[in-house]
């Protein structure tokens, strides 16, 4: 898939999971529950140095996920998650050198960001889009629609706090795409002591998702 089709999919379908898989035999059937129920995205973060290698061993039977790998701080790392078959890659802060590293592979990299200067010098490092964290005073659409403002032709997928409840908001703000963990049932405070939504929980949450899209985003969708 070419780096311009995944980026207009990860838009046109306005919803990426954002979950942790610790084997391939949990990422396939985390990856089939959320194709069945209508999302084809998800960005696995860098839990482990085995993430990759996951990844790697069940691209290829899932092609319509649309799979990214997360917390990536490193040129080795983002490599690997390239050759492994990750369609994105996404960093938790400017790193120059992984933005340099995709942009020579033709893959979308994701820069995480808080302030209206990460922001700048994401984009000014030629990141595709921008992660875009609650910052110290603002948090939500609120801050979504402040930033995009600021910038008013960037990429934004917000992250934190997303649920069924406010992610028409984030979308009528101005976010392009928004990543989704807490909304789907995940969380990563706990790490590893952290329990994950059942099969029939995660469908619920994404169905749930989906039907609060605005109508034009939800047509999208399917």
Same mark, same amino acid.
């Given at each position: 898939?070419?780096?311009?089709?995944?980026?207009?999919?990860?838009?046109?379908? $306005?919803?990426?999971?954002?979950?942790?898989?610790?084997?391939?035999?949990?990422?396939?059937?985390?990856?089939?529950?959320?194709?069945?129920?209508?999302?084809?995205?998800?960005?696995?973060?860098?839990?482990?140095?085995?993430?990759? #290698?996951?990844?790697?061993?069940?691209?290829?039977?899932?092609?319509?996920?649309?799979?990214?790998?997360? &917390?990536?701080?490193? &040129?080795?790392?983002?490599?690997?998650?390239?050759? =492994?078959?990750?369609?994105?890659?996404? &960093?938790? *802060?400017?790193?120059?050198?992984?933005?340099?590293?995709? $942009?020579?592979?033709?893959?979308?990299?994701?820069?995480?960001?808080?302030?209206?200067?990460?922001?700048?010098? =994401?984009?000014? *490092?030629?990141?595709?889009?921008?992660?875009?964290?609650?910052?110290? #005073? $603002?948090?939500?659409?609120?801050?979504?629609?402040?930033?995009?403002?600021?910038?008013?032709?960037? $990429?934004?997928?917000?992250?934190?706090?997303?649920? =069924?409840?406010?992610?028409? #908001?984030?979308?009528?703000?101005?976010?392009?795409?928004?990543?989704?963990?807490?909304?789907?049932?995940?969380?990563?405070?706990?790490?590893?002591?952290? &329990?994950?939504?059942?099969?029939?929980?995660?469908?619920?949450?994404?169905?749930?998702?989906? =039907?609060?899209?605005?109508?034009?985003?939800?047509?999208?969708?399917?």
């Amino acid at each position: 898939m070419l780096k311009k089709e995944v980026l207009q999919r990860l838009d046109s379908h $306005r919803l990426i999971a954002l979950a942790r898989a610790d084997s391939a035999a949990q990422l396939r059937e985390l990856g089939q529950t959320l194709l069945d129920a209508g999302l084809p995205q998800l960005e696995l973060p860098l839990t482990s140095p085995a993430v990759p #290698d996951i990844i790697a061993a069940v691209a290829a039977d899932l092609p319509q996920l649309t799979l990214g790998l997360g &917390t990536v701080i490193d &040129t080795d790392t983002a490599r690997r998650g390239i050759l =492994a078959g990750a369609r994105f890659i996404s &960093t938790p *802060a400017l790193r120059p050198e992984v933005i340099l590293l995709c $942009r020579r592979h033709h893959v979308p990299v994701i820069c995480g960001a808080h302030s209206t200067a990460e922001i700048e010098a =994401a984009l000014e *490092a030629g990141a595709d889009a921008v992660k875009l964290y609650p910052s110290r #005073d $603002r948090f939500g659409p609120t801050h979504v629609r402040e930033t995009r403002q600021r910038f008013p032709d960037a $990429r934004l997928y917000p992250v934190g706090g997303v649920n =069924a409840s406010n992610v028409a #908001d984030f979308i009528h703000c101005g976010a392009n795409a928004v990543f989704v963990a807490s909304g789907l049932g995940f969380s990563f405070e706990d790490g590893a002591a952290a &329990t994950p939504p059942s099969a029939h929980e995660l469908a619920d949450h994404v169905r749930a998702l989906i =039907a609060a899209l605005p109508a034009a985003d939800i047509a999208a969708t399917n």
